[in-house]
């Protein structure tokens, strides 16, 4: 469920200048998509799920990727850039739950609320940036959704993230849907601000596509749902199992 919804999730990310012009210019997503998914995806799993010292490990790894993203325009250690991160990475994991399993409970929606500030807090943001209640994130999040702003040189990036890049022959195979998905789960505004073209034919398509993904997943067993989960988790146990210096 949360891999159907990474690519919209990045390209939010990247509609924040400071976040768009810092992966347009350090990340080696375009070379290598994999490696690079799998970082994400670890991260958000070590700082949910891990242990204590898989977090302060996988923190540390992270902060020492963002030491060479800076730019007078940009620094990857900018606490605002890193909640809208983490903004991103709530709401749109929140939005796909809800999509298929329907809305949450208030004080399920509160926990869960709650719990998401990590993505931020494990990293520069300090506990008083996280907006204290689900009414002042959400007026954040239309704010930010308002004036976000994305030039040639990041639809120029978003467009070779759209392709593919240079991934194995599956992926790329695979594109064409997950680029639709992606398009399809973004706000309209966004959609125009990286010139992704999107018809009321298209949405009719997408909201069939969505209904059919979401009957069949609640029917899928948890354990399968939680592949994903299962498996970056074991390969980051495993890497540090081999490079024990790290933790």
Request: charged share 25%.
């Amino acid at each position: 469920m949360l891999l159907l919804g990474a690519g919209a999730t990045v390209l939010l990310q990247l509609a924040e200048p400071g976040v768009g012009y810092g992966v347009a210019d350090h990340s080696t997503t375009l070379q290598r998509p994999l490696d690079r998914l799998r970082t994400t995806m670890t991260y958000v799993y070590a700082v949910t799920l891990g242990t204590e010292e898989e977090k302060k490990a996988i923190v540390r790894l992270v902060n020492k990727a963002h030491v060479p993203v800076r730019a007078e325009s940009y620094n990857a250690f900018d606490p605002e850039l890193q909640l809208w991160v983490a903004a991103t990475l709530y709401r749109n994991g929140l939005d796909m739950y809800e999509r298929f399993f329907g809305k949450l409970p208030d004080a399920e929606a509160e926990r869960i609320y709650r719990q998401s500030a990590v993505y931020g807090t494990a990293l520069q943001v300090k506990d008083d940036m996280w907006p204290a209640t689900r009414a002042e994130f959400d007026a954040y999040w239309d704010e930010k959704i308002a004036t976000l702003r994305v030039d040639d040189k990041v639809r120029a990036y978003t467009r070779g993230l759209l392709s593919g890049g240079d991934s194995p022959l599956p992926v790329r195979i695979a594109m064409p849907l997950q680029r639709f998905l992606t398009i399809g789960l973004l706000p309209q505004r966004i959609r125009d601000e990286f010139a992704l073209p999107w018809s009321p034919r298209d949405q009719r398509r997408f909201d069939r596509l969505m209904a059919t993904f979401g009957a069949v997943y609640v029917k899928v067993p948890r354990p399968v749902r939680q592949l994903s989960a299962t498996y970056y988790l074991r390969d980051m146990r495993r890497r540090f199992a081999a490079h024990k210096h790290v933790i």
